[in-house]
């Protein structure tokens, strides 16, 4: 028993009923803070994943819980974590976690709070690889010499070691007279391999020797003859132990003492790189773990060796320094570099016992406090009592979500947009313009007004949607204002979905909160389209009632009315910079707009600016009744081509893809036999090698370019594709009428994605809203209605096949909308109450909620047993 005992200066215990391994501790500055400091990784055979940044605490109270920066749930058991440089390209820290059949790579990356609740931890997947067999440990390093990132290289239970470079796999080579798996350690003074077979004796092979022994790419009975005539794997030099061993280490602290340590279970090994014993202790106890650590002393290295007798020994060399008494028996310890406490002991039990310590000596100078014998003053306890709880009662009925925005803001933001175009336009001097074309522009002002009760401002960003830029400006001084000066103009080669634009100012309040404002702002109809002659013959035809006469288009779109040449008013047309030709004919006999085109997408800036300035135009004249109208049905079939069109460009850039894939892996598979070649001391032919090489990588690129000029005509037609939806929810809402509420539901459903990504995509992203709203507030029956909010979850969402489902469910959803359905987030809108309920709730509204839902719960187990019946 020893007289000293490990100082506690943090713990934790984690979880219940979990159990850990000596691979399922490490430590290092796994979220690149730069402080040099240490994190703490801990993963369990239960899947869970657990970072911790242990600091002294004060108070017991919440001691491990603010310590935890992370904590997630992992599919699969955690055999083994280690941190290093595992991503090519890439000078950062990454986290690798061994599952029975998974390797992941993981970064962990840290955002700043500015508020009490601290940073946020974000654990992301960088890659994978799906094992073909089941994993035992791995090992890292710089393997074959390769500086500057590190290597994986896992031990499978049936002995083959597999080999990873980041994101690729490199070889697998299986060990001779392989029986049990053993500990696996990398050498990187020798690029060597170090394990313990089952003889019992410690192997040494060369990464070298493992890269060409083609011959161990299969396993093999060792006294049987070659079959494929390779190189055999063969042991650079082997030493007897006579006794397992329960852990290798190689220490890279210092190259003056070059060692290697294995951990027997009776004895402590130390050899030297070419397999020469320094020396060996025999130990009188049952051994745990043991860690290697620098030594003070030249020529020699400090070990902590942990025990089953819940002792921790410090060795230097074969010579016992200390021995401390711990609360558990370690199966894994390390020691971390943490901001208050420089070489803490970090150590592990199988049960989830966590423990920073240190060494020495620590004396109590705790004295016991007198105690206060006068009594308590139970009017004055009970006055301040009532005083906190009216507190607590303000604060809970004042609180809110978001706070309270003050009378007058900090910071007030205007955008004006100038009333003439650019003259020169700016558009020309954008590198990424075609030079052959100049495109009108207009210059549009941010203006920021500082108020005068605002005393600092720090960290003012400007942030504009129309070019997608940002730029930092100096805070203005009190009650002044900036003002920055912008120009928009057409960026492409084809129409905009939309003609708004957002600005968001981000800036800090003197207190240090975050704080942001938006403001919204219009483009000009002319920025996108000049005036032209009218088109008589065109494919797509639109015609909007009101229930005024028409008014006069020249004096609605002045703008395009000069060049015109119907002096009557009565039409006016429209060229686009980059699309078809949209022209708008006002009936004399009847009350109608006709917009027609060859393009049915570029009708919707015309239809949407048409709309607009005639509700202006009658709110002026003092017309309150004003109504527009859609005699319908809806153009689904125009619809669907652009549905079709942008569904065959993403199946294409699929195609691409796939194609790019097998083409680059060709490449590589090539890249190898030529490096064989190449390596191979006996020259041999190629074998037109090189021509093949040369083939395939003008296919990659061929399909390289092909892809992305697939990719350009993919964001074309979404673009497209947002105006034609934008057009039919402005027909389907003039067509029945729907409020703003519904409309804005109804465009959230059409258009889920502002942006198509390879992942996630519009067609499965629209056809899952659409399917929802079908289930829910357009439904036809309550049973429907329960069945739909019954259901957990959902298939993952992924390209379908074909477009036939959403189409379907597109045009059923339109049906429905046509036929009287109401869109509304309730989803109980449409379903119509029993009368046995509306007769029970009558008497004196006695019954409650809980009994109307008891009714429909007996109403949907009647049904579905009479249908089952």
């Given at each position: 028993?020893?007289?000293?005992?490990?100082?506690?200066?943090?713990?934790?215990?984690?979880?219940?009923?979990?159990?850990?391994?000596?691979?399922?501790?490490?430590?290092?500055?796994?979220?690149?803070?730069?402080?040099?400091?240490?994190?703490?990784?801990?993963?369990?055979?239960?899947?869970?994943?657990?970072?911790?940044?242990?600091?002294?605490?004060?108070?017991?109270?919440?001691?491990?819980?603010?310590?935890?920066?992370?904590?997630?749930?992992?599919?699969?058991?955690?055999?083994?974590?280690?941190?290093?440089?595992?991503?090519?390209?890439?000078?950062?820290?990454?986290?690798?976690?061994?599952?029975?059949?998974?390797?992941?790579?993981?970064?962990?990356?840290?955002?700043?709070?500015?508020?009490?609740?601290?940073?946020?931890?974000?654990?992301?997947?960088?890659?994978?690889?799906?094992?073909?067999?089941?994993?035992?440990?791995?090992?890292?390093?710089?393997?074959?010499?390769?500086?500057?990132?590190?290597?994986?290289?896992?031990?499978?239970?049936?002995?083959?070691?597999?080999?990873?470079?980041?994101?690729?796999?490199?070889?697998?080579?299986?060990?001779?007279?392989?029986?049990?798996?053993?500990?696996?350690?990398?050498?990187?003074?020798?690029?060597?391999?170090?394990?313990?077979?089952?003889?019992?004796?410690?192997?040494?092979?060369?990464?070298?020797?493992?890269?060409?022994?083609?011959?161990?790419?299969?396993?093999?009975?060792?006294?049987?003859?070659?079959?494929?005539?390779?190189?055999?794997?063969?042991?650079?030099?082997?030493?007897?132990l006579g006794e397992q061993a329960l852990d290798l280490s190689v220490p890279s602290f210092s190259h003056s003492s070059a060692s290697i340590f294995v951990l027997g279970e009776r004895n402590l090994y130390c050899f030297r790189d070419n397999g020469q014993i320094r020396f060996m202790k025999k130990l009188e106890?049952?051994?745990?773990?043991?860690?290697?650590?620098?030594?003070?002393?030249?020529?020699?290295?400090?070990?902590?060796?942990?025990?089953?007798?819940?002792?921790?020994?410090?060795?230097?060399?074969?010579?016992?320094?200390?021995?401390?008494?711990?609360?558990?028996?370690?199966?894994?310890?390390?020691?971390?570099?943490?901001?208050?406490?420089?070489?803490?002991?970090?150590?592990?039990?199988?049960?989830?016992?966590?423990?920073?310590?240190?060494?020495?000596?620590?004396?109590?100078?705790?004295?016991?406090?007198?105690?206060?014998?006068?009594?308590?003053?139970?009017?004055?306890?009970?006055?301040?009592?009532?005083?906190?709880?009216?507190?607590?009662?303000?604060?809970?009925?004042?609180?809110?979500?978001?706070?309270?925005?003050?009378?007058?803001?900090?910071?007030?933001?205007?955008?004006?947009?100038?009333?003439?175009?650019?003259?020169?336009?700016?558009?020309?001097?954008?590198?990424?313009?075609?030079?052959?074309?100049?495109?009108?522009?207009?210059a549009y002002s941010v203006n920021c007004l500082r108020s005068k009760r605002a005393p600092s401002l720090e960290f003012l960003f400007l942030i504009l949607f129309v070019d997608f830029g940002f730029s930092s400006l100096s805070p203005p001084a009190v009650g002044s204002s900036t003002v920055v000066e912008f120009s928009a103009f057409l960026n492409g080669l084809y129409p905009p979905a939309d003609l708004t634009g957002d600005v968001t100012v981000s800036y800090s309040s003197p207190t240090g909160v975050p704080r942001v404002l938006q403001s919204r702002f219009g483009l000009p109809l002319a920025l996108?389209?000049?005036?032209?002659?009218?088109?008589?013959?065109?494919?797509?035809?639109?015609?909007?009632?009101?229930?005024?006469?028409?008014?006069?288009?020249?004096?609605?779109?002045?703008?395009?009315?000069?060049?015109?040449?119907?002096?009557?008013?009565?039409?006016?047309?429209?060229?686009?910079?980059?699309?078809?030709?949209?022209?708008?004919?006002?009936?004399?006999?009847?009350?109608?707009?006709?917009?027609?085109?060859?393009?049915?997408?570029?009708?919707?800036?015309?239809?949407?600016?048409?709309?607009?300035?005639?509700?202006?135009?009658?709110?002026?004249?003092?017309?309150?009744?004003?109504?527009?109208?859609?005699?319908?049905?809806?153009?689904?079939?125009?619809?669907?081509?652009?549905?079709?069109?942008?569904?065959?460009?993403?199946?294409?850039?699929?195609?691409?893809?796939?194609?790019?894939?097998?083409?680059?892996?060709?490449?590589?598979?090539?890249?190898?036999?030529?490096?064989?070649?190449?390596?191979?001391?006996?020259?041999?032919?190629?074998?037109?090698?090189?021509?093949?090489?040369?083939?395939?990588?003008?296919?990659?690129?061929?399909?390289?370019?092909?892809?992305?000029?697939?990719?350009?005509?993919?964001?074309?037609?979404?673009?497209?594709?947002?105006?034609?939806?934008?057009?039919?929810?402005?027909?389907?809402?003039?067509?029945?009428?729907?409020?703003?509420?519904?409309?804005?539901?109804?465009?959230?459903?059409?258009?889920?994605?502002?942006?198509?990504?390879?992942?996630?995509?519009?067609?499965?992203?629209?056809?899952?809203?659409?399917?929802?709203?079908?289930?829910?507030?357009?439904?036809?029956?309550?049973?429907?209605?329960?069945?739909?909010?019954?259901?957990?979850?959902?298939?993952?969402?992924?390209?379908?096949?074909?477009?036939?489902?959403?189409?379907?469910?597109?045009?059923?959803?339109?049906?429905?909308?046509?036929?009287?359905?109401?869109?509304?987030?309730?989803?109980?809108?449409?379903?119509?109450?029993?009368?046995?309920?509306?007769?029970?709730?009558?008497?004196?509204?006695?019954?409650?909620?809980?009994?109307?839902?008891?009714?429909?719960?007996?109403?949907?187990?009647?049904?579905?047993?009479?249908?089952?019946?």
């Amino acid at each position: 028993m020893s007289l000293f005992k490990a100082r506690d200066w943090w713990s934790a215990a984690l979880g219940e009923g979990e159990e850990f391994d000596q691979g399922c501790l490490c430590v290092g500055d796994v979220d690149n803070s730069g402080s040099g400091h240490d994190k703490v990784v801990v993963g369990s055979y239960m899947g869970m994943l657990r970072i911790f940044s242990p600091h002294a605490s004060k108070s017991s109270e919440g001691g491990p819980v603010e310590a935890q920066l992370l904590e997630v749930q992992l599919q699969n058991a955690v055999i083994q974590v280690e941190v290093g440089k595992f991503v090519s390209c890439s000078e950062l820290l990454h986290l690798a976690v061994l599952h029975p059949r998974k390797l992941s790579v993981y970064s962990v990356s840290g955002t700043a709070g500015n508020v009490e609740h601290g940073d946020q931890y974000q654990l992301k997947l960088v890659y994978e690889h799906n094992l073909q067999r089941t994993a035992c440990n791995m090992t890292y390093g710089t393997f074959g010499g390769v500086a500057g990132h590190h290597s994986l290289c896992i031990q499978s239970m049936d002995g083959m070691l597999m080999f990873f470079e980041q994101d690729s796999y490199s070889f697998g080579r299986f060990l001779p007279g392989f029986l049990l798996p053993g500990p696996l350690v990398y050498n990187p003074r020798t690029d060597t391999f170090l394990t313990v077979s089952s003889a019992r004796q410690l192997e040494s092979y060369k990464y070298e020797t493992l890269a060409v022994a083609t011959e161990a790419e299969s396993r093999q009975d060792p006294d049987l003859p070659s079959k494929t005539g390779g190189k055999r794997l063969t042991p650079d030099w082997t030493f007897v132990l006579g006794e397992q061993a329960l852990d290798l280490s190689v220490p890279s602290f210092s190259h003056s003492s070059a060692s290697i340590f294995v951990l027997g279970e009776r004895n402590l090994y130390c050899f030297r790189d070419n397999g020469q014993i320094r020396f060996m202790k025999k130990l009188e106890f049952n051994p745990s773990c043991f860690l290697p650590y620098a030594s003070v002393t030249d020529g020699t290295t400090n070990l902590l060796l942990g025990n089953h007798t819940n002792m921790l020994l410090v060795y230097q060399d074969v010579t016992l320094k200390w021995a401390a008494q711990l609360s558990f028996v370690p199966v894994a310890v390390r020691v971390a570099s943490f901001p208050e406490l420089k070489g803490a002991v970090v150590s592990l039990s199988s049960d989830g016992h966590l423990l920073c310590s240190y060494m020495g000596t620590d004396p109590s100078f705790f004295t016991t406090p007198k105690v206060d014998a006068r009594e308590a003053d139970y009017e004055q306890v009970d006055a301040e009592m009532k005083k906190l709880q009216r507190f607590i009662r303000e604060a809970s009925r004042t609180q809110d979500i978001l706070p309270k925005t003050d009378a007058e803001e900090d910071l007030s933001v205007t955008v004006s947009v100038s009333s003439s175009m650019d003259s020169p336009s700016v558009s020309g001097q954008r590198l990424f313009i075609d030079l052959q074309h100049t495109y009108p522009g207009i210059a549009y002002s941010v203006n920021c007004l500082r108020s005068k009760r605002a005393p600092s401002l720090e960290f003012l960003f400007l942030i504009l949607f129309v070019d997608f830029g940002f730029s930092s400006l100096s805070p203005p001084a009190v009650g002044s204002s900036t003002v920055v000066e912008f120009s928009a103009f057409l960026n492409g080669l084809y129409p905009p979905a939309d003609l708004t634009g957002d600005v968001t100012v981000s800036y800090s309040s003197p207190t240090g909160v975050p704080r942001v404002l938006q403001s919204r702002f219009g483009l000009p109809l002319a920025l996108v389209c000049v005036p032209s002659s009218p088109a008589k013959t065109t494919k797509f035809k639109i015609t909007v009632d009101t229930n005024q006469p028409p008014v006069d288009l020249g004096s609605v779109f002045k703008e395009f009315s000069a060049k015109s040449e119907d002096k009557d008013g009565n039409t006016v047309a429209f060229q686009f910079l980059s699309g078809a030709k949209v022209t708008v004919l006002a009936s004399k006999t009847s009350q109608r707009y006709r917009i027609q085109s060859d393009a049915f997408e570029d009708m919707w800036l015309v239809v949407k600016e048409l709309v607009l300035r005639s509700d202006q135009h009658f709110a002026k004249a003092g017309v309150k009744d004003f109504k527009k109208s859609f005699s319908g049905p809806p153009p689904l079939q125009d619809y669907f081509l652009s549905v079709d069109h942008h569904f065959q460009l993403r199946v294409s850039a699929q195609q691409y893809q796939d194609l790019l894939s097998e083409r680059a892996l060709q490449f590589r598979a090539i890249q190898r036999r030529l490096l064989t070649r190449f390596k191979d001391k006996t020259p041999a032919p190629l074998q037109n090698l090189d021509t093949l090489m040369d083939a395939t990588y003008s296919q990659v690129m061929a399909l390289a370019e092909a892809a992305e000029e697939n990719r350009a005509q993919l964001e074309e037609a979404f673009v497209r594709l947002r105006s034609a939806t934008h057009l039919l929810v402005l027909l389907l809402s003039l067509w029945q009428g729907l409020t703003p509420d519904q409309t804005a539901i109804l465009e959230a459903t059409l258009l889920p994605l502002l942006q198509d990504t390879p992942q996630l995509g519009w067609e499965e992203s629209c056809d899952a809203a659409v399917s929802h709203l079908l289930r829910t507030c357009l439904s036809r029956s309550p049973r429907d209605q329960a069945t739909s909010l019954a259901q957990a979850g959902g298939p993952v969402l992924g390209l379908p096949r074909d477009t036939a489902r959403l189409k379907k469910h597109i045009a059923l959803l339109c049906d429905r909308i046509g036929k009287g359905g109401r869109l509304t987030l309730a989803s109980e809108a449409n379903v119509p109450v029993p009368a046995q309920v509306q007769n029970l709730a009558a008497p004196g509204e006695s019954l409650t909620l809980f009994c109307v839902f008891v009714f429909f719960l007996i109403l949907s187990f009647y049904n579905v047993f009479v249908i089952k019946s």
